[in-house]
C-alpha cells in the first residue's frame, strides 16, 4: 500500500523541522566560547556582534516565512524589525551596519528568548496543515533561511577572530584547538592539471539547493588552461614575503599597491615574535605559523600579487569550477572542529581537494551569469545588487558547513577584505 | 592625657580607609541597573565604557601610590599597565583611546577582582606603620585618586547616557527617577546682582584638597560687570530655538556656524515627539521636556550663542568665582538621587545657587593661572597638558559628587561637546 | 625598377612625422580657447591641468622612446622626471596625482618649450638613419605615443568641462559651438536586433595598432542577446528622473544607492533654470537639455540603474563587440568640432551607429582576456595595472579622434565617474 | 586768516586719496616677480591665490565705502559680489574658501581692471563735496578697508611661500633678496627684564586706527614677571631640535603632541640638505639656516614646546603688552625689502626690539577685551566672530607694513598655523 499523502508530507515536515534544528543549535554551540561581553562589541563596520548575528538570523526566518505564512502574524517586537534588517531595503529601514556594536539593548537573554519564540514559531508553522504549494514555498524559503544562517556562522567566527586579534590580550576563542602536525609532510609539487578548453557548462541547474547568482547553468568557451592540484601554502606565501613581494610595485595591481602603501607587509594575522619567529593569529590563540597549511586571510591583492610573483596568475571562476568539477566536495569544513586550515587527512592530502581549509579567490569579478534575474521582491536583494566591485572565491573553508557548499557555489568579497578565511591556487594559461 | 601619635595617625588611617571604601562603593552601586553590555561598548572615542572607567580608576591606585609605597610591589597583571593607561606618557605606553570598546578581555568580573585586590592592597597599605611624611604624600596622592574616581562616576554617567541615546529603543537606565514638578512655580527673574569690580583675588589656597589648576591664588582686575542669580532654563532656551536661534549666523561665533551647519538644530537630547511635543532624553528615558528646570547638554556654542541672542554674555571664571564666592557650596548634585537638574528644594529656588543641576560654561579658555606650574612627573600630566582649546566650565552638576566640588573648581571641555550635563548663566558688563 | 629601400624608409618616416605633427598640433589648438590661469588649475585628484597634460604626454615621448633611441640622450630637465611622469614605478618615483595643480612653475612658456624641444628631437630621430628593426620598435612606440596623446586630448576637454562646472560663472570652453537642431527628429524606436548567440571571437589582432588589453583575440561563448540599434537619449533618461528612478533603492545597485545617498538625483552636468527647464552645462556653456541626443556625463551606477527601469540590461562587451563588429567605424567624433553628443548626420541616424557622441558603458569588469599578459617594463603598466574595479566602455565619444577608436577599443573608468561623456545602449537576453 | 573749511576738507581728502594710492599700489607691487599662474592657484584651504587677494580687497571697498555712500550705486559685477566675499554671511553668501582656487575666470586681468574701476570711484567720492559726518564715516571705513588690505598683503606673501615650498622645484618669489650676513655677531643673551606687576592698562583708546578687538582700553592685575630684550634665535631652536625636542612628550601639550604624531620633527620650511646641513625655506628660495636670527614659521605647540624645555614660558599678551609699551615700534618690516627675519640694523640688536621680524606667539587666547562689543552690521563680523579657538600674536613681522602695526595690534591665529611668520619670546613669572 502507498504511503498516504499526509506520512509523505509529514516526513518532509520531519526533515525540514530537524535540519531546522541542527542549524540553529549549531549557531549556539558557536557562541559557547564566548562570554557576554565578545558577543556585543563591534570591532569594524565590516563585522558584526555576535548577537547581532544571533538576532539577523532569527529576524530573517520571522521576516520571510513567519510574516508570509502564519495566521495572524505580529512581529516579536515592533523595534526588531529595524535593529535586525540588515540591507534588504525592500522590508524597510535598517539600523545603520555600522552602529550595531551600540546595540547593549536588547540583552543577550532577550535575543535568546526571541530565537526561542521564532523556533517554536517556525516548528508549529512547519507542523501544520499546508498546502504542497505552501509547503513548497516554505521549505525553499527555509533552505535560503538555513544556508543563510550557515553564511552568518561563518561569519559570526571571522569576526570574533578580527575581535580577539584587536585585542592586545590577544585571546583564544578556544583553548583546545588541535595544533598543526610538526610531523606533516611538506605539501607536494603543485601537481599542474592540463584541461583543452572548449565549450564547458558552468553554474546550477536541478534540484538542491543554490543561490539565485549561481545560474542559470549556461555554456562558455575555455581557452587551455593548466590549474595546480592544491593551494598556495604558508611556506611559499613566505618566500614572496622574504623576497619583498610586499615592496616591488610591479607585482601589485595599481589599488593594491595603494592598499600596501597604507601599511601592509604580510597577511593581517601574521605577526613576528620577539625572537623573530613568524607567528599566526588562529582561533586558538598565537601559534608558530604552519608551513605546510595553506596561506589563509590574504585578499585579492595579495593573491594576485603572489601569483605575478610565482609566474601564474589566478584562476578564472569557469576554469575553477570546470577543474573542480570532478571532485569530491570534501575536505576540512567547520565539522572537522579544527577551525584553522591545515593538512588534514580529509584535505586528501596529495590528491589535492578544491574544497575547505580556505576559500580560494578567483580573478573573476563578481558579474551575473547570462540570463541572470534576481527573484521577485525583497529577497531579490540577497545576491544580485552586490554584483560590483567584488570578486568571486571558491571552494569554501574551515569555517564552512560541508552542508552549505557546493561545486558551484561562489562567494564574493571586496578585493582588500582580509578577515574572511581566504587563500588561492594558482592557475596558467597554456598558449 | 593628649591623645598618643599612634592612635591620631590611626584615626586619620581610619578616616581614609573610609573615605576611600565610601568612593569606591559608589562608582560600583552606580553600576547596579547596567547590564554587562551597557558595561562594555565604547559609543564614540570621547565616551569610555563603564568597565573600563572601573579599571581605570583602579589603576590608578595602583599605578600612583602601590607601585611607590608598597613594599614589592608588583603589577596585578602587565596588561592592565597598557590597556588601562588613559594618557599618562610618563608612566608608559596607552591602549588608544578610540579602541577602549573592543576590550572584550579582561571581562567584568575580572576587573570587579582587580578591584577587590587593590582595595584590600591600598587598605592594608593604610592600615600599617608609615612615617608622618609618606603617611601624608600617601594622603595627598589618596586624595588626588578618590577625587580623580569622582570624576569619572560623573563620566560613567554621561557616557552611559550618550550611548543610550544612540539606541533606538532609547532605554532607561533607570526606571524609578524622579519626575519633573509638574507644579514648581516658573524660574524667578533673573535676578541680576551687580559688582563693582576692583582688585579681587580667585584661585584655591590653604588646606582641603583642590586640583593643580585652580592655583595658585592670585589677584586679578574685575570690571564692574552684573550676573544672573540662576541658569538659564530650558523655557528660556526653547524661546531661542523658536526663535530661529540655530538659523541666524549673527548670534554664533564662527566656529560654532559651522558647527550648526554640521546639522545641528536644538540641543543633543531634546527630540519633537510625533505629536510635535518637544521631549528630552534622561538618565529615566525620554521624558517631557522641563521648562521650568535649567538647560542642560548645550555646548561652549550653544550657551555663546543664547547669551547673545539674550543681549547678554557669558561671564569670564574670575567674574563667576568672585559672584559665587559667598554662596553656599549646595544644590542639586548626585547624592539628590535625581540625575537630572531640575527646580528641587535645594536647587534654593529664587535665591538662587551657583551650584549643581548643571555646569556652568564661562567665557574663559582653560589657560594656567599666573605662577602656575604642574607638579612633578606623570601626575603632572592630570590637567597642565590640556591647557590649550577647551573652556573653563564651573559650578558642578546634578551628576556631582556634593564632596567633589568647590568654588575654584576648573572643569573644561571642548566647546563643541556636548555630552557633559552643561549649562549656563548670563552676565553683563556695566560701562 | 623597385624603389630603393631608402626611400620607402625614408616614406615610414615621413608618414609618421606628419602623423606625429598632426596629433602634436591638435593638443595645442585644443588650448586655443583656454587662459593660462585655465591650463593651470587641478579641480579634483581625477581630473588634471590643462599645463600637465600638454608636459605629460610630451614626457611619454621622451621617456619611452628618446631615452632609448637618442645617442647621448640627456633628459630635457631633471625635475621633469618627476612631475610629468603620471604612475609608471617602472621609471622612477611621481608627483602626487592629486597635486598637479600645484605646479605654478615651471609656466606654461617652459612647457611649450619644452613640448617644441622634445618635437625637434623625435623629428630629428625619425629622419635619422635607422635599422629597419629599430625603426620599428620607434614606429610602435610612437603609435603608443601618439594615441597615448589623443586619449589625453580627451581628458583635457572632459577635464576643462569639470573645472567649468564648477565654476560659478559657468564660463564656455568655446562660444561658437554648433547648437543643438532643434527640428531633429525624435530619435526612432530602439531598433532591438536579434543575435542568436554561439562561439564568436573577440578581441584585436593583426596589423593595425591595438592597446595590449585588447588582445590576444580569442573564442567566447555567448547565449541568444538583443541590443538596441542606438543609445538611450535624454528624452528617457529624463522620463526615468521623472518616475522617481533616483528615489526607487530597487533599481539601483547596492554600491549605486549608496553613491545615490551622497546626494545625486541627476547627471551631473544637468541643472534647472530658475523657470523649472531642465539646462545641461556644455563645452559651449549652459544650455537648454537637447532631448533627442544621447544621454552622457552618467555614470556605470546611473547606467545600469536606468537600464533595469526600463526593464532591460547593460550589454555585456562580448555582446557589444560582436553586435558592433559589422557597423562601420563613423560618427560625431571630435573632428566634427560639435564636441557634443546629439543627432547629426553623421550619427547614421535610425541605420544606428555604435561609434561616437558618448562612450557606451557595458556591463562588464575590465578583466584581463584569456592569454593576456602586459609587455615587458614600464610600458606594461599602461593598462594590466587597472584591471581591477573598474568597467569597459565602448564606442568612443564626440571628443575622441576617429583616429584614435576601433571595434575592439576597451576604455575603463570607476563605476562612480561621471566626467566622462558615457552614455548607455540597452540589451536583453533571450531566453 | 584761519584756513577756509573747505581747503581743510581738501587735504584730509588729499592725504585719503595719497595713502589710499600707496597702499593699493604695494600690493600690485608684490605681484611684480609672480607668473599668472602663480597668482592663480590654491595651495591649501587655508591659504589664498594671489588673484582672490586682489579681488577680495577690492570688493571690501566696493561693498562697505561704494554700496553706502556712492550715488546711484550699481555692483561692478553681480557675481564678484559672492565670488569674493570671503566670510561675511551679514553681506550674503560667500563662494567657498577651500574652492577659491577653481577661479580662473574672472581672469587675472578682468580682476585689475575691476581694481582700476574701483579706484577710480573711491578716488571720485574721496575728491566729491561730502558732510563733515560722512567724510569722517568713510575715512574710517577707509582707514579699515586700508589695513584690512595690508593685512592681505601679508597674507599674500606667506600664501605664495607655501605655494612655492610645495612644489618640488623650490622656485624663489625674488632671486635678488639680500642673504644673511653671515658676519652677524650670535644673539646677545636674553636680557630679562624684570617687571614688578600690580595694575596696569592695556587695550586701544584715543585717536588713530585700531581694529575693535584692540578695546576698549582697560586695567589689568600683573603679577611680576620677567621677559626676554629678543626672540628665540634659530640656534637655539635647533638645539631644541638636536636636544630630542619632538620626541620628548613632556615638554609638548596634549594637542600639541597629537600634532607632532602627525610626523613633524622641524619647523615647516626647514630641511636638511643631501649633505646634512640644515637649510631653510624663504622668499629668496632655499637657503642656508641663519642661526642668528629669530626662528620663524613655528605654531603655537612647538613655541610653547620650545618654551618649556628652555625652562620657561610664554608671555602673555598683556605681559608683552606691558613690557613692549616703552619700546619704538621699529624693526624688519616689509619696508626692508628682506622679506626676511634676521638680524638687520634696525633690529635693534642687542637694544632689543619687540616689533618686526616674526610675530610673537602669546599665552594668551584670543578672547574679547571686558566690554569688548563688535561694530553694527557685517563690518562686526570682522574680529568679533573669531574669538575661539586661536591664540593671539603680537609685534608684527618682516612682512608686515610699519604703518599697520602698533603696540595694542592683536593679531590671531590656530594653534596648528605654521605658513605665518611666527617665532617667540621666553618669559617667567617671579615668584
Known amino acids: 500500500m502507498a504511503?498516504?499523502?499526509?506520512?509523505?508530507?509529514?516526513?518532509?515536515?520531519q526533515h525540514l523541522i530537524e535540519r531546522y534544528r541542527a542549524v540553529r543549535d549549531l549557531t549556539v554551540r558557536l557562541c559557547d566560547p564566548l562570554s557576554v561581553e565578545d558577543m556585543t562589541v563591534q570591532v569594524q563596520?565590516?563585522?558584526?556582534?555576535?548577537?547581532?548575528?544571533?538576532?539577523?538570523?532569527?529576524?530573517?526566518?520571522?521576516?520571510f516565512i513567519l510574516c508570509e505564512h502564519e495566521n495572524n502574524f505580529a512581529p516579536y517586537s515592533e523595534g526588531f524589525c529595524e535593529l535586525f534588517n540588515s540591507y534588504y531595503q525592500g522590508i524597510g529601514p535598517q539600523h545603520p551596519r555600522a552602529w550595531r556594536g551600540v546595540l547593549t539593548r536588547p540583552g543577550l537573554g532577550e535575543v535568546m528568548a526571541y530565537r526561542d519564540v521564532v523556533d517554536d514559531r517556525i516548528t508549529a508553522l512547519l507542523g501544520s496543515r499546508l498546502s504542497e504549494r505552501v509547503l513548497e514555498h516554505i521549505r525553499e524559503l527555509l533552505m535560503l533561511g538555513l544556508n543563510h544562517e550557515q553564511q552568518h556562522q561563518e561569519l559570526l567566527l571571522t569576526d570574533i577572530k578580527l575581535l580577539f586579534n584587536t585585542n592586545p590580550l590577544k585571546p583564544a576563542y578556544r583553548d583546545d584547538l588541535e595544533s598543526a602536525d610538526a610531523a606533516a609532510p611538506a605539501p607536494c609539487d603543485h601537481g599542474w592539471r592540463q584541461f583543452d578548453g572548449g565549450i564547458v557548462e558552468m553554474g546550477h541547474a536541478g534540484e538542491g539547493f543554490a543561490y539565485d547568482n549561481e545560474g542559470?547553468?549556461?555554456?562558455?568557451?575555455?581557452?587551455?588552461?593548466?590549474?595546480?592540484?592544491?593551494?598556495v601554502s604558508n611556506a611559499e606565501y613566505l618566500a614572496f614575503v622574504n623576497d619583498g613581494g610586499y615592496r616591488r610595485h610591479e607585482l601589485w595591481l595599481y589599488a593594491g599597491w595603494t592598499w600596501v602603501n597604507e601599511g601592509h607587509a604580510h597577511p593581517i594575522y601574521w605577526c613576528k615574535s620577539a625572537a623573530g619567529e613568524w607567528q599566526e593569529f588562529t582561533l586558538g590563540g598565537m601559534r608558530p605559523l604552519d608551513l605546510s597549511a595553506p596561506v589563509s586571510h590574504v585578499n585579492f591583492f595579495e593573491a594576485d600579487a603572489y601569483a605575478r610573483w610565482a609566474e601564474a596568475r589566478l584562476p578564472t571562476e569557469v576554469e575553477w569550477e570546470h577543474a573542480a568539477s570532478t571532485m569530491p566536495v570534501r575536505g576540512n569544513f567547520v565539522e572537522s572542529g579544527r577551525l584553522h586550515p591545515g593538512t588534514a587527512a580529509n584535505d586528501d592530502g596529495d590528491t589535492g581537494s578544491f574544497f575547505g581549509s580556505a576559500w580560494e579567490w578567483t580573478r573573476s569579478a563578481h558579474e551575473p551569469y547570462p540570463g541572470?534575474?534576481?527573484p521577485a521582491g525583497a529577497i531579490g536583494e540577497y545576491n544580485g545588487k552586490f554584483m560590483c566591485g567584488s570578486f568571486v572565491l571558491r571552494g569554501g573553508s574551515c569555517l564552512t558547513s560541508e552542508s552549505h557548499i557546493r561545486l558551484t557555489y561562489r562567494n564574493f568579497f571586496d578585493p582588500a577584505a582580509q578577515w574572511q578565511c581566504t587563500g588561492l591556487r594558482l592557475a596558467r594559461s597554456l598558449r
Open 45 to 63: 563596520p565590516c563585522a558584526s556582534p555576535t548577537k547581532w548575528h544571533l538576532a539577523h538570523t532569527t529576524w530573517f526566518y520571522e521576516t
Open 3 to 13: 504511503p498516504s499523502h499526509a506520512s509523505f508530507s509529514s516526513s518532509i515536515h
Open 216 to 231: 542559470p547553468r549556461h555554456r562558455r568557451f575555455l581557452e587551455p588552461f593548466e590549474i595546480a592540484q592544491r593551494p
Open 372 to 374: 541572470y534575474s534576481p
